[in-house]
C-alpha cells in the first residue's frame, strides 16, 4: 500500500474511478449483447432496432466519459448496424 499521503488519495480516487468505469463498461456490454440476441432472432427486427438505440447511447456515454475510446466507440456502433443491416 501507499507511504505518502498523496499516495493514498491516488489510490482511492484511482478505486473510486475504477469501479465506477465497470459500471459504465458493463452496462455498455449488456445492451450490446441485448441488440445481438435481438438481431439473431428472425422476427425481432423492430426490437433489435429499438434496442440499438439505447446501446449506441450507451456507447457514446462510455465514450464521452474516457471509459473507453472515441474510435472504439464508432468501431462498436458501426458494427451493431452493420448487423441490423
Known amino acids: 500500500m501507499a507511504n505518502h499521503k498523496s499516495a493514498l488519495k491516488r489510490a482511492k480516487q484511482s478505486e473510486n ?3 465506477r468505469n465497470k ?3 458493463s452496462a ?3 445492451t450490446i449483447k441485448k ?3 435481438a438481431a439473431a432472432q428472425e422476427d ?3 426490437d433489435a432496432q429499438a434496442l440499438f438505440k439505447s446501446a449506441q447511447s ?3 456515454k ?3 466519459k474516457g471509459v473507453i475510446h472515441k474510435n472504439t466507440a464508432a468501431r462498436k456502433i458501426s458494427r451493431l448496424s452493420k448487423i441490423l443491416n
Open 58 to 60: 450507451a456507447i457514446a
Open 62 to 64: 462510455a465514450a464521452k
Open 28 to 30: 455498455m456490454n449488456t
Open 23 to 25: 459500471s459504465t463498461k
Open 35 to 37: 441488440v445481438r440476441a
Open 44 to 46: 425481432g427486427t423492430e
Open 17 to 19: 474511478r475504477r469501479l
